[in-house]
């Protein structure tokens, strides 16, 4: 078996290239980005540009199935720059659904994200939820992207399995609440600026756990499109994440200042509540709780 | 008043054109073709491509409201070229709405499809039904061309209204199956090829009611962003419009044949059904069934 990884430099992408070499998969890397020192030993590695149609088509030919987890992963750019996820995640997932068609590959694992939801209130959303109102250009290209997989999938005879997950968590990351915050601190250990009121709610899940539904989905799913949420059953606010990266810090006496209105950026949605029924009935349990994701995060991006 | 038309020189461009001019409207057009001969002297004319970034940033301001109905309108042409829906719709879309984002212009009408719905069988489609997984690039593109709408909608305070139409006819068109049919039987009266089974059943709407939709739907409409079903509420099928257009152009002893496969093209979806309450519920009720708007295009085609 032969895996070509599309942002497998980053912390996901790193994360799921170990686990399959773990697997005895054969690992093709594919990011702008230099990869992880540790797997320039293990794994193919192609420094390239996924905007780069030519380059993708000839690095792709070989492969049985694409991990596509590489797009723009700063939400909050997007408001600076309007046409980042346009380009870095939908024509991108383009770039990689047209070589994967002209090489005849044809299995897809796709990370989406729960911002195809939009800003859905206190609602627990099901896969089943519509009509899909993005409330940011990470999210309306997120959409693009499952749209495109959809239309290959049919129309060239692909299979694929789209995740819809909570914020994954985990030691190598490299964004996100957690690592900023951490960030913030180690620049400046009397002061915290929060984004937003702090009262945005999430849910958190450790990264292993991604890679457990993945996998459980890949064994069990027989449609030709499968779209999943994935996500831990509990959601912890953003103002509890300072206090827990705080005290993990040992920091004392820190100020904690808030940016004024309930989001954090405009794009951000204050709650999520993913439904993960469907994922539960093939068997996931995940390991974490949000909680203990964090704290796991913790200690593993600390060192403590 | 002042109104932006995209695709101003196609069939639903020039229709909603002369009826904006009626209600005293003054219209720009922007389209990549000439525009119709009497809309020359009637508005404010500019040949260019959306592609065009510059371009179009340079035309769109001092209007009060785009109507956004330039698309790739070949369904079909998406397995030959798959990059066509990508380009003429989705980043045809982003640049219209940046460009707006840059002119402050807050207000767009946009021109989706039941292709977002993807292959619902006989499932009766409701805007709040999900996940939305297209069959086609171009049910792909118009989904994505949603969700930079509702992106930008949220980010950039706009008003959208997104309009999920049935099959468009009317005289003017210039593509679609009555169009085909038609020329088809004019280059040979005696042979109709049918493509697929020809039992392929969808709803078809006369271009007046597409109108009124939009009329009422601008005036009650408060929210952000809205998605709205447009169709008659009975159906026809392929087979059926053959026989309709062999009776209208008067020919007899024509050798009917199908080509293999339940659908036209790759993408095309069998059966289409919309519900349509959220519209009825605002005080639309359309003029003309599908077999009545099918009979009042014919007739205007053909000029009988």
Redesign the interface.
């Known amino acids: 078996m032969k895996a070509f990884i599309t942002g497998g430099s980053g912390f996901i992408g790193t994360f799921v290239a170990h686990k399959l070499l773990q697997n005895n998969v054969e690992v093709t890397i594919f990011d702008r980005r230099e990869p992880n020192a540790e797997l320039t030993h293990l794994c193919n590695c192609i420094q390239g540009d996924l905007l780069d149609l030519e380059k993708v088509k000839n690095s792709i030919g070989g492969h049985d199935v694409v991990y596509h987890l590489a797009a723009n992963a700063d939400i909050s750019m997007?408001?600076k720059d309007?046409?980042l996820d346009?380009q870095l995640t939908?024509?991108a997932t383009?770039n990689v659904?047209?070589s994967m068609?002209l090489n005849t590959i044809s299995s897809i694992v796709f990370l989406s994200g729960s911002g195809?939801y939009?800003?859905a209130s206190d609602t627990q959303c099901v896969?089943?939820?519509?009509?899909?109102?993005?409330?940011?250009?990470y999210?309306?290209?997120k959409?693009?992207a499952?749209?495109?997989i959809?239309?290959?999938s049919?129309?060239f005879n692909m299979k694929a399995l789209i995740f819809r997950p909570a914020n994954i968590v985990g030691g190598g990351q490299t964004h996100g609440v957690l690592f900023d915050f951490i960030q913030k601190l180690k620049r400046d250990c009397h002061r915290l600026e929060i984004l937003g009121d702090g009262n945005q709610t999430k849910s958190y899940l450790y990264i292993d756990d991604l890679y457990d539904a993945i996998t459980i989905a890949l064994d069990t799913q027989q449609e030709a499109?499968s779209?999943i949420n994935v996500a831990s059953a509990d959601t912890v606010d953003v103002n509890w994440i300072a206090a827990r990266v705080i005290e993990f810090m040992k920091l004392s006496e820190v100020q904690i200042t808030h940016t004024k209105g309930k989001v954090g950026w405009?794009?951000d949605v204050p709650t999520v509540r993913l439904n993960t029924s469907k994922l539960r009935q093939l068997g996931w349990v995940p390991q974490y709780s949000s909680k203990e994701a964090i704290d796991k995060a913790l200690t593993e991006i600390l060192g403590v």
């Open positions: 997007g408001v309007t046409a346009l939908t024509i383009y659904l047209e068609r195809v939009g800003d896969e089943t939820a519509g009509p899909l109102l993005p409330v940011s250009l999210g309306a290209s959409l693009a499952e749209g495109l959809s239309a290959f049919n129309m499109v779209v405009v794009g």
